[in-house]
């Protein structure tokens, strides 16, 4: 089964910046066509969509990260990644990535973001 793997997460003071990524294991004629979003979750809180990019390398964010963070993709190496910049408390959350749209591949344990005062 499909299971993305993010990495690059950890603690970071307030205003601070990082970079995550997700490796997903497939053929990379399936990684190139699929829309890739990022999403994130704290404690008792569903799952949110942060932010999306599609084959056409086209972007979207949710308004609560736009200006901060910018999504990207190498299809050479499977990888999506997300650059977090002005970061706050309110980023504090797992960050896991998976496909945009469904089938929605299994869950990956994610990686986690924390933002110190």
């Known amino acids: 089964q499909v299971q993305p793997v993010e990495s690059g997460g950890g603690l970071v003071q307030h205003g601070g910046s990082l970079r995550l990524s997700c490796t997903v294991a497939?053929?990379?004629?399936?990684?190139?066509?699929?829309?890739w979003a990022w999403y994130r979750q704290t404690p008792g809180k569903e799952r949110e969509f942060v932010a999306h990019?599609?084959?056409?390398?086209?972007?979207g964010y949710t308004d609560r990260v736009k200006g901060r963070f910018a999504i990207s993709r190498d299809n050479t190496k499977n990888q999506v990644y997300l650059q977090m910049n002005g970061l706050t408390s309110e980023d504090t959350a797992v960050y896991f990535c998976?496909?945009?749209?469904?089938?929605?591949?299994?869950w990956g344990q994610g990686t986690q973001v924390t933002v110190s005062a």
């Open positions: 497939m053929p990379g004629s399936l990684f190139n066509i699929k829309a």
């Open positions: 998976n496909t945009l749209t469904s089938p929605i591949f299994t």
């Open positions: 990019i599609t084959p056409s390398f086209n972007t």
